[in-house]
Structures are given as C-alpha cells and as structure tokens.
C-alpha cells in the first residue's frame, strides 16, 4: 500500500498503543523505531511496505509490554498484602548505575546494586545486594563467603534461577526462586539507609523501601537474609 497511508497507521496505531499500555511501552520502543526506520527508508527509496511488518512489530511490542506490566504487578501486589509502604518511580528502561543516576534517582534514596554470582563450579549461586557506589571485589568477596573464586553468572542462569534479564537483576528476584537455590547477601551498611531502591523485577521503574521492609518481604518468602561487610 502507499506510503501515505502506511504513514496515518503509524500514527494512529501508537497513539492507540499508548493509550493501552500507558508508558510500559516505551520498553520496546526499539521495536517501533525499527518500524519507522522502515517507514522513512519506504519514503526515501519510493518503494511499498507491507500493512503487516508493522501490524506485526506493533503486536509484538505490545505483548512485551503486557508481560512487562504484570511482572511488576506481582511485586506491587506481594508488598501490597503484606501492608509495606513504597514508593514507585515509573522511567526508561536503565542498564547500568549511571542510567540510574542520570534520572536523579539517587534524590529518592540508596540505590542498590545487585550482583549475580557463581562460583567456579557453578554449583552454587549468589545474589549480593549493596551500595551503588560500593567497590566489590569478588576474589575478597569469594573467600568471606567460603565460595572461592567468584564470578558473574550468565544471563542464562540469570533468567533459570530468577527469572530475570540483565538490567533488571534485584533482591524481588528471589520470588521466583522457589527452590532456594541463590544465597542472598546484603550489605550490612544498608540498614543504615532510609530508603533503598530496587527494581520490580524490571528495569523500567525503581521501589523505594525500607531495609526492614525489604528484610520483612523476603522473610515471608523464607529467604534467609545474610548481612555481610564489604
């Protein structure tokens, strides 16, 4: 069909996705980017689009975004029933502390930053939790925890053992951890903190909880919370 009117479905179509899914669909905003890509280099090139590339980006883009949200849901839902007070900052998906700190995120509390560990024989797994501005050093780290030499698991067993991605690694990753297979570590300053900020099994927001908070919602998952000084 004509670009014209590959142009008005464009526009029609993410004003209509936006009113659905509100600002979770920005997480795949690749997805349409890629669509307008094609759409200008259609316009540039006088050439035609099929109706159903961007149909199919859109679908997919929404189906991402649905997941997205009901991922999050369960967290808010969990904290909810157990009557925990927090604040939710809804952002761009974030990959790194930087991203996080270029938000001004770091105005709502401690940012925590998460790390998902293995030891050598991949045997036993870690999830250390601490200070975004915390210096770690994994070989010191590995012989605290009588572990021995550490290092970072794949996004493989990421996603096995926690059911996350990278960039959205968080202690509320342990609810999906029914078999208790990670060791949880958390910084012992930490308690100290007013509020700490974690992702909601997303990186498209950030909780803001207490560490007693934090303590209580991962006690009720019987999650043995081990305070360590690094």
Same mark, same amino acid.
């Given at each position: ?12 179509? #993410?004003?209509?996705?936006? #009113? ?106 870690f999830l250390i939790t601490c200070d975004e501005n915390a210096k770690v050093d994994l070989k010191s780290l590995g012989r605290q ?50 509020s700490l900020g974690i992702h909601p099994l997303e990186n498209t927001a950030t909780v803001f909880l207490s560490f007693k908070d ?15 000084? #690094?």
């Open positions: 069909f004509q670009s014209e009117i590959f142009e008005f479905i464009i526009v029609r179509s #993410l004003h209509s996705t936006y #009113l659905c899914e509100g600002c979770q669909i920005i997480c795949h905003f690749h997805l349409l980017s890629f669509s307008f890509k094609i759409f200008i280099d259609a316009r540039l090139f006088n050439i035609r689009v099929p109706k159903s590339t961007f149909c199919d980006t859109i679908k997919q883009a929404k189906k991402g975004a649905i997941f997205m949200s009901e991922q999050k849901q369960r967290v808010y839902d969990a904290l909810n029933k157990l009557g925990i007070k927090y604040e939710v900052v809804e952002h761009e998906p974030v990959h790194t502390m930087e991203d996080m700190d270029r938000l001004g995120l770091p105005e709502k509390g401690t940012l925590c930053k998460n790390l998902f560990l293995r030891d050598a024989k991949g045997k036993r797994h925890l009588g572990a021995g030499n550490l290092s970072f698991a794949s996004e493989e067993r990421l996603e096995k053992y926690l059911g996350l991605k990278q960039g959205s690694v968080s202690p509320f990753g342990l609810m999906n951890d029914t078999d208790h297979a990670v060791e949880f570590f958390i910084d012992k300053n930490l308690s100290k903190c007013k934090l303590d209580k919602f991962l006690w009720n998952l019987d999650v043995d919370v081990m305070k360590i000084k #690094l």
